[in-house]
């Protein structure tokens, strides 16, 4: 590897290309053939990535910045300082383009009954109520403040809408806040009208000179703060006796509060005077305040505003419902844990449901024969019926080992809670490592049988969250071979005994092995030539020596395709760089999500799913675990998969060498993979009631029958 790599032209920076996915969500809100309410809530996701990437990276960035300045990115040579200040360019103009969608999708809403309005559109009779409904349900829970010498500026919660008023009394300028209080809905109908619909903080906004009614008010706006939100864990000695984990997290949480602010945002235009005030209060640049001059602040209601319509319209500006289908693999009514004894299953959310795995566990943790289940656990539900069957496990006598990662981003707290609840019930909870977070997904249930035990191990790409499991793309072998039942076992001791390093016959297990094991694959195909073939379906590629070792498969003739849903930091297509390289995003309705490494074709191709993407945080700084896929069967359920991918010309968008991306030609019968892929799990699942064979079951054929006019 050199230390120039970003002089070589097929590498991008990793800040700059999550900024191209975020928008390709957006191209989601703005494109006319998705149904109006889901382009609302694309919006909604468009906000929260961009808040949640301002938390995070802009806020290392930032930290970044201040201590180690002169600090270069290994894929574009830029320093913090130079990448803050791309990013910041590159944000601006889609806050512009979400304000137009917002419009867009704003007025035809109201064409659907369904309208935003504001005080200036209402006749006096909704005044008044406006004004009763403000002094009844608002003024008593408002905090409002006045900041002079007297009362200092308060602490600003991150993402919480607050009133900036500018305020002139006896020639003397103040400044007052309001903070929008949380337990305020975010929308008011008016009455007698249920079509029409003020926001919460506009409210505030017109009853602000009221509040402040000593002073002239000058200017007023909506605002709310971003703050750094990644916040080190490395002040006190994780594996000190002293220390108790969840009350470091805990503290953790506390500290996150009050992290310093790395954007500040803006619901109207504001004289300089007043932007200059802003500036000095949260100490921000010029280039960390963004305008939002449509689309609200906060726009979770998104995902609440079609139950106010009526049924037969929120169905008509919706996506056609979709209920997760039982698993192709899996007969109805069939055990998945006896089923798993006799051969390997594939469940594939969320075109397939979860609940087989559920009833796995509830049914060993009432099997007498079943000894232990180990699991590990990175993000739950709020409400998980996982945690009550493994309770339920633990209260029958069964040895439960949970390996709960405390520091899951933003699910902290909620991994707290459920650590108690687990270990209350008799669970046996253990932690992660000091440096290094475990993100593996994997399931190990032991059952006594005649001569010794048996091994069901589950490892999937994806949580073990029931409400995800219906948003997001994933898949999950459920398997009894021994030799990953082995490997399974000796992970678990492993991480028991705090140990990085130990040995798997199968399983690849980072950080020590996955790495390693994958640049061998990718050798293997290297030395194959213009034979060679890897494809690799994950969410983001920013590891150097993947990208370097892709970029050497190019050059020797390896043909790799890659679908990768978000960050990618190889640029392909590079003339005598990474020609034979291309790169597909699909975002969708669905949030792809699954791993999939593919290595060689035929007899001698390889394959894994993993809980990995390949960044260096999964690589080298994160427990994860990928699993070889043995049967025939399953490698078959996943090629299904793959093809699908590739082969979609709807929600595709193809990587170009400038780091762009574009739509593919467009064809007489387009294939949205999404789709297809739910309209496979319900064929599948009434062909399987009907006892179908295999052949019949399989997508070419499936494909064949919709396509193929007689």
């Given at each position: 590897m050199t230390d120039a790599i970003w002089n070589q032209g097929y590498t991008q920076n990793r800040e700059l290309s999550w900024l191209e996915f975020n928008a390709r969500v957006l191209a989601e809100a703005e494109d006319e053939t998705v149904p109006l309410l889901e382009r609302f809530k694309f919006l909604a996701i468009f906000t929260s990535n961009l808040d949640e990437f301002f938390m995070i990276r802009v806020g290392s960035l930032t930290d970044m910045a201040a201590l180690e300045p002169n600090r270069r990115d290994t894929k574009s040579g830029l320093t913090a300082g130079e990448q803050l200040s791309r990013i910041y360019a590159a944000v601006e103009p889609l806050y512009a383009r979400r304000d137009a969608a917002f419009r867009d999708v704003d007025a035809r809403l109201a064409q659907e009954d369904l309208c935003r309005t504001s005080m200036d559109e209402l006749d006096s009779s909704e005044r008044k109520y406006i004004k009763q409904?403000?002094?009844?349900?608002?003024?008593?829970?408002?905090?409002?403040?006045?900041?002079?010498?007297?009362?200092?500026?308060?602490?600003?919660?991150?993402?919480?809408?607050?009133?900036?008023?500018?305020?002139?009394?006896?020639?003397?300028?103040?400044?007052?806040?309001?903070?929008?209080?949380?337990?305020?809905?975010?929308?008011?109908?008016?009455?007698?009208?249920?079509?029409?619909?003020?926001?919460?903080?506009?409210?505030?906004?017109?009853?602000?000179?009221?509040?402040?009614?000593?002073?002239?008010?000058?200017?007023?706006?909506?605002?709310?703060?971003?703050?750094?939100?990644?916040?080190?864990?490395?002040?006190?000695?994780?594996?000190?006796?002293?220390?108790?984990?969840?009350?470091?997290?805990?503290?953790?949480?506390?500290?996150?509060?009050?992290?310093?602010?790395?954007r500040v945002e803006l619901s109207r235009p504001v004289s300089s005077h007043f932007k200059e005030c802003l500036h000095k209060r949260f100490e921000v640049t010029d280039e960390q305040i963004f305008l939002s001059r449509s689309a609200p602040l906060r726009m979770s209601y998104a995902f609440s505003l079609g139950d106010y319509l009526s049924d037969g319209r929120r169905s008509r500006l919706s996506d056609p419902p979709f209920i997760p289908q039982q698993p192709a693999m899996l007969p109805a009514g069939q055990s998945l844990l006896k089923t798993a004894l006799q051969r390997d299953v594939l469940l594939s959310y969320p075109y397939e449901s979860m609940e087989p795995f559920l009833q796995m566990i509830r049914e060993a943790a009432n099997d007498p024969s079943v000894l232990s289940v180990r699991i590990t656990i990175y993000r739950l539900a709020s409400k998980a019926k996982l945690v009550e069957y493994l309770c339920a496990a633990a209260e029958n006598g069964k040895d439960v080992t949970v390996l709960i990662e405390l520091r899951a981003r933003f699910d902290e707290q909620n991994n707290i809670d459920w650590s108690e609840r687990l270990e209350e019930a008799g669970c046996k909870i253990i932690y992660g490592f000091e440096d290094y977070k475990v993100h593996s997904k994997i399931c190990l249930i032991t059952r006594r049988e005649r001569g010794g035990v048996r091994y069901i191990t589950q490892v999937g790409t994806g949580n073990y969250n029931e409400k995800t499991a219906r948003q997001y793309t994933d898949v999950s072998l459920v398997t009894s071979s021994e030799s990953i039942g082995m490997d399974a076992a000796q992970f678990f001791n492993n991480m028991a005994m705090s140990n990085l390093n130990g040995r798997y016959n199968r399983l690849l297990v980072a950080p020590t092995s996955l790495k390693n094991n994958i640049l061998s694959l990718m050798d293997g195909e290297i030395a194959k030539g213009s034979d060679g073939y890897i494809l690799l379906k994950f969410n983001s590629l920013t590891d150097i020596d993947m990208i370097e070792k892709l970029h050497e498969a190019s050059c020797a003739g390896v043909t790799v395709e890659m679908i990768i849903r978000g960050i990618c930091c190889l640029l392909p297509g590079v003339p005598g760089k990474t020609e034979n390289i291309t790169v597909t995003s699909i975002v969708g309705r669905f949030l792809e999500h699954s791993r999939i490494y593919v290595f060689g074709r035929g007899e001698n191709e390889k394959m894994y799913i993993s809980s990995a993407d390949l960044m260096t945080r999964n690589t080298e700084r994160r427990v994860e675990i990928a699993c070889p896929i043995d049967s025939p069967a399953v490698r078959a359920r996943l090629h299904d998969i793959l093809f699908a991918m590739q082969h979609d010309t709807v929600k595709a968008r193809v990587l170009q060498p400038d780091g762009s991306y574009q739509k593919k030609p467009a064809v007489p019968e387009p294939i949205c993979a999404q789709d297809l892929l739910m309209q496979q799990a319900v064929s599948m699942a009434r062909e399987q009631a009907k006892h179908a064979s295999e052949e019949e079951r399989g997508l070419l054929h499936w494909l064949r029958r919709l396509f193929v006019k007689d």
């Open positions: 409904y403000f002094n009844t349900m608002i003024a008593p829970v408002l905090s409002p403040q006045v900041v002079d010498s007297h009362h200092p500026f308060p602490h600003l919660e991150g993402k919480v809408l607050h009133i900036a008023v500018l305020l002139s009394h006896k020639k003397n300028e103040r400044l007052g806040l309001i903070p929008v209080p949380a337990s305020l809905p975010p929308i008011t109908f008016l009455p007698n009208d249920k079509r029409r619909y003020l926001m919460t903080e506009d409210i505030l906004l017109a009853f602000a000179d009221s509040i402040f009614e000593m002073y002239d008010v000058l200017e007023k706006t909506v605002f709310c703060v971003t703050r750094n939100a990644d916040v080190p864990l490395d002040d006190e000695p994780f594996g000190s006796e002293q220390v108790d984990l969840r009350k470091k997290m805990e503290r953790m949480l506390r500290q996150r509060r009050r992290m310093a602010i790395v």
